[in-house]
């Protein structure tokens, strides 16, 4: 849908510029407003907004269903690494705890990968850092498009502290 926006952009401005042009020659109140154009394009934005929140609702009830659903035997690699199985105690309640939370103006520093392995399902997360606050990750699922560069969620743990 935000492809919809980008379409709609040229035939807004030049029907904007239409509509100065004509409020400028013949007043207020005769120049004809391009409702079509300007509702076109915000309905755009506004399903595109709607959409990347609802893929990312549904990416992070997801990943929260196979992370409470985890049980017996299972592997857990971070950047491609085993992780011993003494550190599953505090990274799965860690990233069992991704909620939505408001945005503080910071952005992403280091990404972390992780994957988790149970029979033949797999998980796979990316954590960033935050820019201000160390302990506080970003998590985006990469399976899907628009959430792997949009944010499902954020956990805040030391647990991934020691990963690069």
């Known amino acids: 849908m935000a492809f ?12 904007w510029i239409r509509f100065m042009v004509e409020r400028a020659s013949k007043g207020k109140q005769l120049a004809k407003f391009p409702y079509k154009s ?55 309640p860690a990233l ?4 939505d939370q408001l945005a503080h103006h910071s952005h992403t520093t280091t990404r972390i990968r992780v994957e988790i392995e149970s029979g033949n399902r797999v998980l796979r997360l990316e954590l960033g850092r935050d820019s201000d606050r160390p302990q506080e990750y970003w998590v985006f699922y990469p399976d899907y ?3 792997s560069d ?4 954020r956990i805040t743990t030391h647990a991934f502290d020691k990963y690069k």
């Open 4 to 15: 919809t926006a980008f379409v709609a952009l040229p035939f807004l401005i030049v029907n």
């Open 38 to 92: 300007v509702g076109f394009f915000i309905v755009s934005i506004i399903v595109a907004v709607i959409l990347v929140q609802v893929s990312a609702s549904l990416a992070r009830e997801k990943a929260l269903n196979y992370l409470n659903r985890l049980s017996g035997d299972y592997k857990l690699k971070i950047n491609d690494q085993s992780v011993p199985e003494n550190e599953y105690s505090q990274i799965i």
């Open 96 to 99: 069992s705890s991704i909620a």
């Open 145 to 147: 498009g628009v959430t």
């Open 150 to 153: 949009n944010e499902i969620g």
